[in-house]
């Protein structure tokens, strides 16, 4: 019998007479109780098989079964999984699912890594080969982050069902390695899917040409993939980002008179919002190239990768407003999360 994790087996037999006290709880039949304490422990302790059990009791194997499972539920047998050392982050990654009531969380240690991004990102590939096999479309953002997910996919086995597709336009030459493009055709390349390319800048200089180049069927087409897909796998920016990329793709903004700052909190496909969750109205936001917040809340399962404290109002505000249902994260970042999460709910309190 192979165990997958170091098993404690607790006997808990306390005689008082024809009574036996198991788990706390009274039981009529001390025989009854110590023959499963006999069959427990041929089963856990000397790796009997059920069918060998069932012949030295003379009963069924499908008895043993029942009597073994008995056995559990009265604190006959307990079962301990020492995990610790293998999964050392499982109560983080537990309380973030229950807190921020989300579908999965995984936290990776960064401590001696020389590249954290890397390493998250190798996470990441991990928990996204787990899921391709049954999905069709993967939706995917541009990002240091995402292209390290590519960077790190493996697999023996093809995906060749799984097309993925870019949620935003491209950057330019400047940034064409973390482009969403760049990042689909490096996961198809390694996962052996297919891809799509959206051929069409981060922004334009009005929203009247944006909305003209939306109705061209070349554009039309991918951007409805994104929509319809079932997984998408998201990077987030923090604040700093917004002047940075206004200043390079929309001339004319006015650091001093844009109060864009004061609200922001970080963006999602170069979506920016606010700690609200919710899009801030402005320029870039009405120009942008990409899927806009409520599409990407609208597909099925939405994960969030990240790494570093300096996005974590950007993923507080995206995990209470649920923008993403899912998390790979470091473990840094996702203890201040949960900071910031007792912090506010100690404001409401006081």
């Given at each position: 019998m192979e165990w997958m994790s170091d098993l404690q087996i607790c006997y808990n037999r306390v005689s008082r007479g024809n009574t036996v006290s198991v788990g706390g709880r009274m039981m009529a039949d001390a025989e009854e109780v110590r023959m499963l304490a006999e069959i427990t422990r041929l089963y856990y302790e000397e790796e009997w098989t059920q069918q060998?059990?069932?012949?030295?009791?003379?009963?069924?194997?499908?008895?043993?079964?029942?009597?073994?499972?008995?056995?559990?539920?009265?604190?006959?047998?307990?079962?301990?999984?020492?995990?610790?050392?293998?999964?050392?982050?499982?109560?983080?990654?537990?309380?973030?699912?229950?807190?921020?009531?989300?579908?999965?969380?995984?936290c990776v240690s960064v401590e001696?890594?020389?590249?954290?991004?890397?390493?998250?990102?190798?996470?990441?590939?991990?928990?996204?080969?787990?899921?391709?096999?049954?999905?069709?479309y993967v939706a995917m953002t541009?990002?240091?982050?995402?292209?390290?997910?590519?960077?790190?996919?493996s697999s023996g086995v093809p995906?060749?069902?799984?097309?993925?597709?870019?949620?935003?336009?491209?950057?330019?030459?400047?940034?064409?390695?973390?482009?969403?493009?760049?990042?689909?055709?490096?996961?198809?390349?390694?996962s052996g899917g297919n891809s799509l390319q959206l051929h069409a800048p981060i922004v334009l200089d009005s929203y009247e040409a944006k909305e003209m180049l939306l109705k061209q069927h070349f554009i039309k087409s991918v951007m409805e993939k994104a929509r319809n897909a079932e997984l998408a796998v998201v990077?987030?920016?923090?604040?700093?980002?917004?002047?940075?990329?206004?200043?390079?793709?929309?001339?004319?903004?006015?650091?001093?008179?844009?109060?864009?700052?004061?609200?922001?909190?970080?963006?999602?496909?170069?979506?920016?919002?606010d700690k609200e969750g919710e899009l801030i109205d402005c320029k870039w936001n009405r120009q942008l190239i990409s899927l806009n917040i409520e599409e990407i809340k609208r597909i099925?399962?939405?994960?969030?990768?990240?790494?570093?404290?300096?996005?974590?109002?950007?993923?507080?505000?995206?995990?209470?407003?649920?923008?993403?249902?899912?998390?790979?994260?470091?473990?840094?970042?996702a203890r201040e999360l949960i900071e910031m999460d007792r912090r506010r709910l100690m404001g409401k309190e006081n």
């Open positions: 060998r059990i069932a012949k030295k009791f003379n009963m069924s194997r499908s008895l043993v079964s029942k009597l073994l499972s008995k056995a559990r539920k009265l604190g006959i047998v307990e079962i301990i999984i020492h995990d610790e050392e293998f999964h050392p982050y499982r109560k983080l990654e537990e309380e973030l699912k229950k807190r921020f009531q989300i579908r999965e969380a995984v001696n890594s020389e590249n954290p991004v890397k390493t998250v990102g190798a996470a990441a590939a991990k928990y996204v080969a787990r899921k391709l096999s049954t999905v069709k541009a990002g240091t982050t995402t292209r390290q997910i590519a960077e790190s996919f995906f060749d069902h799984v097309t993925f597709v870019p949620m935003s336009g491209g950057l330019g030459e400047e940034r064409w390695e973390i482009q969403a493009n760049v990042v689909c055709e490096r996961m198809a390349k390694n990077g987030l920016g923090s604040s700093p980002q917004y002047f940075e990329l206004t200043e390079s793709y929309l001339h004319g903004i006015n650091r001093e008179k844009d109060d864009i700052s004061r609200r922001l909190v970080g963006d999602i496909s170069y979506n920016y919002f099925p399962e939405v994960i969030a990768v990240t790494e570093g404290t300096e996005k974590a109002a950007s993923l507080y505000a995206a995990l209470k407003h649920k923008i993403v249902d899912g998390l790979v994260t470091d473990v840094h970042s």
